[in-house]
């Protein structure tokens, strides 16, 4: 099948004709089109849960806090510093002055901490960012240029802040009642106001094009090119076929196979590009009525041992699941924390890490209880019948039916039986809040601060954000110290003994850290710079950057100095950097380790009446069929 698919994708690149050299313009204006598979589903920021709606945000609004391209730590945005009371319980952020929104009326501290006010007030703006402001119990602006955050307990994720600011003079007659269906689009010919480097002059929710104008007036200066006009395609085979064309400029989140076939086509550069997702099979530890804490669903009782589950970890062959489902691009896991993350990141030492080693695996369960009968099927250790676990995969996703393909074979040699079933991802949704399940696999984005990753698995998430209904209250003891922690260190120290506990508890196996395949039109546009840098992904990053840096290719230069972006050249007109490496063009193989998704955070909402986590998880949606 992937032969096939290859020669398929191969066929179609070579049959197509490249388009013309030369960014698209007309009458001297510089339009980079982007093709994307998944539609804005809002422009309005309090109500928006794609990663495509962040991306636009991030375009049209500004935020306090920005991210380096290197590791996506905190950068000057809107405040051009900040500092911290010892106690921890009082932030000052100091705002640059002269910033303007795009009608024209000054963005001052007052817009910010209007903004973070509506956040506190707990209405609908709640439900995406009022986790960046935890602990937070005031937010006021003294003057133009200072917000003062007050504090009833140190919030160790400040100053990460990535909540796009609103102006105040437009959204003061947007009702708390009213913000779920204020659409935040253009109106009557006029743009959305906003102070972000672009202005959205096209586009709904849900439709097919959203064109951006640029901000001339934006403080970080003007971006070189005047229109990004996105196009929402039906699948990646057709974008992919566009960019051949040169009716687009760049492809965003394309498979593998089409990665490595773009690799030798004139005037294009495709790249696998690091990514902070991982994506696992997690397992039902125990599904609660969180009201009463009776067990609800059916879950199989052998996975509520920790040692059933770890001994599992040893039944997967993770370099073979990266080689044959996610046809080379990724890398093995281990532990929730990718390792771009390397200030958080732990390691399971050689002598405790998962391989794949059956023989263990048996051994392990065998010491837990759970042994063999004399039909060869494994038992619980009262000697009852262990009966078939039920795996589930997303149908949207091969990598995740193939993961549950293979561990089910892996199981049977184990003398465990299993079955897969195959459902739509808004419907395993409902399975898994129902505890009805014992596995499935899927993904997670994790953000540069650990924090909101780690917070998944406390007991308070159960039947909220968290999805395996895992509880250890030691567990939970560190995450609140590490949450409130002043000392760094400490903190560290904090987060690294929460994934040894969740590698012994094991309540995920992570399976594989993502990568991204993105491919753009390099005979047109130039100085794209990977997020992290090197290795990462050129657009849908944290921040901006890319949108206001990148030229047509002609213009390209050195790229402002930027050794690693894609197409800057010396002066003799040498390239600088191919994009080859981990992550880069000549890397088919892929490297992983962590992206961003968007200009904020891929956060879901908590909808009325029940949760709505599973769209959260997009690190899946950059499927690699």
Known sequence: MVAAAALLVSAAVSGAMLGTPGPARAADKVTFTVGITNEVDSFNPFLGIEAESYEMWALTYDYMISYSMKDMS?????????????????????????????????????????????????????????????????????????????????????????????????????????????????????PVVGSGPFRLVEGTAGGSTYRFEKNPDYWGGAPHIDEVVFRVFKSDDPMVQALIKGEIDFAEDVTPLQVKALQSQDGVTAVNGQSPGFDEIAFNTGAVDTETGKPIGDG?????????????????????????????????????IPPAYSNWRWTPPADEAFT????????????????????????????????????????????????????????????????????????????????????FQWGWYVEPDPDSMLSYMTCDQRGGWSDSWYCNPEYDDLYEQQNSATDVAQRQDDVTRMQQILFADSPYLITEYNTYGEAFRSDRFACFEPQPDPGGILLFQYGVHNYLNIRPADQAGDCDGIATALGAQTEDGTPVSSGSGPGGGNDDEGNSTPMLVVGGVLLAALAAGGVVWAVRRRSTAAERE
Do not use: C
């Not at 049977?412 to 399975?431: H, P, Q």
């Open 74 to 190: 905190p950068q000057p945005g809107l405040a051009t510093s900040w500092e911290t009371s010892d106690d921890g319980l009082t932030w000052t952020f100091h705002i640059r002055s002269g910033v303007m929104f795009s009608d024209g009326v000054p963005l001052t501290a007052a817009d910010i901490a209007y903004t973070y006010n509506r956040i506190l007030d707990g209405g609908p703006e709640a439900a995406s960012w009022s986790s960046y402001l935890t602990s937070v119990t005031k937010v006021e602006a003294p003057d133009p240029t200072t917000v003062v955050l007050t504090l009833k307990k140190p919030n160790a994720v400040l100053p990460l802040l990535p909540i796009p600011i609103v102006p105040e003079h437009i959204w003061k007659d947007v009702s708390e009642k009213d913000v779920k269906s204020y659409a935040a689009e253009p109106e009557n010919g006029q």
């Open 356 to 439: 794949f080693d059956l023989d263990k695996a048996g051994q392990l369960l065998d010491e837990a209880g759970y042994t063999q009968g004399a039909d060869g099927k494994r038992t619980m250790p009262d000697g009852s019948p262990l009966g078939t676990l039920r795996l589930f995969a997303r149908s949207e996703s091969k990598t995740s039916m193939g993961t549950m393909t293979y561990f089910k074979e892996w199981l049977a040699d184990l003398g465990i039986d299993a079955e897969v079933t195959n459902m739509e991802s808004n419907k395993l949704t409902n399975v898994i809040l129902d505890g009805d399940f014992d596995a």
């Open 300 to 336: 199989n009782p052998a996975l509520q041992d920790p040692k059933f589950r770890h001994a599992l970890g040893y039944a997967l062959d993770l370099n073979q699941i990266v080689d044959k489902v996610y046809q080379g691009a990724g890398l093995p896991g281990d532990t929730l």
